[in-house]
């Protein structure tokens, strides 16, 4: 803690931001705020914190524990993403210290954690990458989109890269389990392979990388990430899943589906929550609809299965987005 703080308590500090945010959001929106807050309020209250300038970046380690227990995967992370806002308002006042809300850590969502219906539609994918190919050519926005609709990576996995990982005489990407040096697969050395990006979709990659708007730098290991934050070091997953948002806002490349303006969308600007546009897709929607798109496409499911590492069993069952209409379709290709 900083001793430049102001004190607030949880509750004032709750009430005031609720305050803050009652002119710009619906009013279901200020509701869902309020509930998720009274949870942390609650959480205050059984540790005893009285003071909002006391919080480390443990205490909301502990919080996301405490949490984690009691309600689903991709519900905590909703209800995190409001303490994200709070802790930045908050940290805006002086009563927090600045960058806490960048501690707060959802955990990986499981395989099928998210509904099949929520992906990431080829046209929608095709608008994107044509929009940055135009106009932001080999950015990290348009490298990392190309890099997961191209491969379904999980986050995690992309996380995990580093520039020494693109092969450029096969124009792929090599994907190595390397817990003893700050970083992890899913599936752990099972999960370790090669992934096919072909001429076109490596290129983008490899512009990214001498891209002078690009940070170069090295993590705490020596290793040279792929994507780097501002100073240049590994931006931790949670990062990477704001930054998939934000490219895929449909606002960041094409106009509002939604007849919203900035002034009234409270999924715009900095402050915002980016997830609360009804068109927001995550990274597990863009890995779900890349896998989908394959299987569209007549890439064989076992292909498919060891390409995005992921079991043939969950790849249909969470996976497999298609209408019954598209699976007949592929069928009739191989019928003679």
């Given at each position: 803690?900083?001793?430049?703080l102001?004190?607030?308590t949880?509750e004032?500090g709750?009430e005031?931001?609720l305050?803050?945010?009652?002119?710009?959001?619906?009013?279901?929106?200020l509701?869902?705020?309020?509930t998720?807050?009274q949870y942390?309020?609650?959480?205050c209250d059984?540790?005893d914190?009285?003071?909002?300038?006391?919080?480390?970046?443990?205490d909301i380690?502990?919080?996301?524990a405490?949490?984690r227990?009691?309600?689903?995967p991709?519900t905590l992370?909703?209800?995190?993403?409001?303490?994200?806002q709070?802790?930045?308002?908050?940290?805006?006042?002086?009563?927090?210290d600045?960058?806490l809300?960048?501690?707060?850590h959802?955990?990986?969502?499981p395989d099928?954690a998210?509904?099949?219906?929520?992906?990431?539609?080829?046209?929608?994918?095709?608008?994107?990458?044509?929009?940055?190919?135009?106009?932001?050519?080999a950015?990290?926005?348009h490298?990392?989109?190309a890099?997961?609709?191209?491969?379904?990576?999980?986050?995690g996995a992309i996380?995990?890269?580093?520039v020494?990982d693109?092969?450029?005489?096969a124009?792929a990407?090599r994907?190595e389990?390397?817990i003893?040096e700050?970083?992890?697969?899913?599936n752990?050395?099972?999960?370790e392979?090669?992934?096919?990006?072909g001429?076109?979709?490596?290129q983008?990659?490899d512009?990214y990388v001498?891209n002078?708007?690009?940070?170069?730098?090295?993590?705490e290991?020596g290793?040279?990430?792929?994507?780097?934050?501002?100073?240049?070091?590994?931006?931790?997953?949670?990062?990477?899943y704001?930054?998939?948002?934000?490219?895929l806002?449909?606002c960041?490349y094409?106009?509002?589906?939604h007849d919203r303006t900035?002034?009234?969308c409270?999924?715009?600007?900095?402050?915002?929550n980016?997830?609360?546009?009804?068109?927001?897709?995550s990274?597990?929607?863009?890995?779900?609809g890349?896998i989908?798109?394959?299987?569209?496409?007549?890439?064989?499911?076992?292909t498919?299965?060891e390409?995005m590492?992921?079991?043939?069993d969950?790849l249909?069952?969470?996976?497999d987005?298609?209408?019954?209409?598209e699976?007949?379709?592929?069928?009739?290709d191989?019928?003679?």
């Open positions: 803690m900083t001793d430049d102001d004190p607030l949880p004032e709750v005031r931001f305050t803050h945010r009652e002119p710009s959001v619906r009013k279901s929106t509701q869902n705020a309020k998720r807050l942390f309020l609650d959480w059984e540790r914190i009285e003071n909002l300038n006391t919080l480390s970046g443990r380690s502990d919080f996301v405490w949490r227990g009691d309600i689903a991709i992370q909703k209800q995190l993403s409001t303490i994200r709070a802790l930045r308002w908050w940290a805006d006042i002086e009563a927090v600045e960058g809300s960048e501690k707060v959802a955990p990986e969502l099928g998210e509904s099949k219906d929520v992906h990431l539609d080829p046209g929608r994918a095709t608008a994107a990458l044509e929009y940055y190919g135009r106009h932001r050519y950015s990290r926005e490298a990392l989109i890099l997961m609709w191209r491969t379904g990576m999980r986050r996380w995990s890269l580093d020494d693109l092969e450029p005489d124009h990407v994907l389990h390397r003893e700050g970083t992890k697969l899913k752990g050395e099972a999960g392979r090669w992934v096919y990006l001429p076109k979709w490596f983008i990659l512009d001498d002078p708007d690009r940070v170069q730098g090295t993590d290991y290793r040279e990430p792929l994507f780097t934050k501002d100073d240049g070091g590994r931006p931790a997953p949670q990062t990477i704001k930054w998939v948002m934000r490219a806002h449909p960041s094409a106009s509002c589906p900035p002034e009234t409270d999924a715009r600007g900095r402050m915002a980016v997830a609360a546009c009804p068109s927001s897709r990274p597990h929607a863009v890995r779900r890349a989908t798109h394959h299987l569209t496409e007549d890439t064989p499911p076992e498919v299965s390409r590492d992921v079991s043939l969950v249909y069952q969470h996976y987005a298609r209408t019954e209409r699976k007949m379709d592929v069928r009739t191989h019928l003679p």
